[in-house]
């Protein structure tokens, strides 16, 4: 299969994750970065055998395909957009946009040109959550009409070196985790109709405490940290959603559904594995025996054991998704749902009214173990 030149914009914390975990995919090969501080493209070239390149000459280079954009989320857009009018395909760390009408104008772009736009996560392609679709799709639990999902931890300064842009807009918990479970849910039961949110903050600085040369100094809190949503799906489902970055403790499950005939307990949706739940009429909670699928093998070690990580299975969609000429998973269209779900929450928050969605999506195709295992070189 032809493999498609890569190359990343972008090289924080995030940019060694596609890095390692690119060369297992057959249909592209990264072959160089790029990044504002030209001191860190060096480092990361030197440290995977890739060339070092400032922003203007990979978008410029004749070998490049495809672009990987990992700056800032408010840089997104720019990067995104330049990438496209440079004759690049681009695939973007979430949220690929911070608002409609930018993900319209790039929208526009792809028509006009045939070049694609692709964006994370693609978590929601691991095992664990082809899985849940598979058991749900199957009419096991009857018509999903309601569940809960939750992101609940203290914030992001706990580990970050430089977390102001995560308390910054474009930031906080709904735009930076939320998308994990939005898409995920998307996927799960199909587009939303409307949202209705209520928000706050708990706090109007942090203090960064992670092992970093910042440990200490302050950060200002612009957005808000508590966002308590509930979305109205066009399958009928009512999904009752919470990011927070102010909570020390909590027991509630990432994510649960409830159908008319029984509920499924999803994993975490920031990650491609976990165990999958279900309960039927006895309620008594069983764990689901799960399929041999590629993207649920626990292949890297993590503080809580061995865990599944194929970030970069939504690029090497793609990328194949060019190459054979049929639609990507990790889509606009998606992300752009996605985006203006989130959006709405945010602004609901602030008006204290429900939003009606003007956009739609369908679900992505479901990838089962076959194709799962043919994205794999």
């Known amino acids: 299969m032809k493999k498609l030149g890569v190359g990343i914009i972008g090289c924080g914390n995030i940019s060694t994750s596609y890095l390692k975990l690119a060369p297992m995919f057959k249909a592209l090969e ?30 410029a280079a004749d070998d490049i395909d495809l672009i990987i954009n990992l700056t800032i989320p408010a840089a997104h857009f720019d990067i995104t ?4 009018n440079a004759g690049k395909h681009a695939y973007s760390e979430k949220p690929f946009v911070l608002t409609l009408e930018e993900g319209e104008e790039l929208r526009a772009i792809c028509e006009k040109t045939g070049l694609r ?27 999903i009409t309601s569940g809960t999902a939750h992101v609940l931890n203290p914030g992001m300064e706990m580990w970050h070196p430089n977390p102001d842009f995560f308390f910054q807009p474009g ?40 092992d970093c040369p910042r440990n200490g100094e302050k950060v200002p809190v612009i957005v808000d940290t508590n966002v308590h949503a509930l979305l109205q799906f066009a399958s009928g489902a009512q999904i009752s959603v919470t990011t927070s970055w102010d909570v ?9 559904l409830y159908g008319t005939e029984g509920a499924i307990y999803v994993p975490d949706p920031n990650f491609f594995g976990g165990t999958v739940e279900t309960v039927g009429h006895d309620r008594e ?32 969609d793609m990328a194949q998704a060019i190459v054979e ?28 009214t429900f939003i009606d969605m003007t ?13 799962a295992q043919a994205l794999l070189g």
């Open 285 to 316: 909670a069983k764990v689901e025996t799960q399929w041999d699928h590629a993207f649920g093998v626990p292949n890297q070690e993590h503080k809580q054991g061995m865990m599944a990580n194929y970030r970069t299975a939504g690029v090497a």
């Open 248 to 256: 020390w403790g909590s027991r509630h499950q990432n994510m649960e």
């Open 81 to 84: 957009k330049r990438a496209l």
């Open 325 to 352: 000429g049929r639609p990507h998973r990790c889509s606009l269209e998606l992300a752009l749902h996605a985006v203006e779900v989130m959006t709405a929450i945010l602004k609901s928050g602030e008006t204290g």
């Open 117 to 143: 736009v692709g964006s994370a996560p693609d978590t929601w392609m691991g095992g664990a959550h082809q899985f849940a679709r598979h058991i749900i799709d199957s009419g096991q639990l009857g018509q």
């Open 171 to 210: 930031g906080g918990p709904m735009l930076d985790l939320g998308p994990y479970y939005v898409t995920n849910l998307i996927q799960l039961l199909g587009p939303v109709t409307k949202v209705a949110a209520l928000t706050n903050k708990g706090k109007e600085e942090r203090t960064i405490s992670a």
């Open 30 to 59: 990264v072959r160089a970065v790029a990044d504002i501080n030209m001191e860190a493209a060096k480092a990361r070239a030197d440290e995977y055998g890739v060339r070092a390149e400032t922003v203007d000459d990979l978008l």
């Open 359 to 371: 956009t739609t999506c369908t679900r992505p195709a479901a990838v089962t173990p076959q194709e």
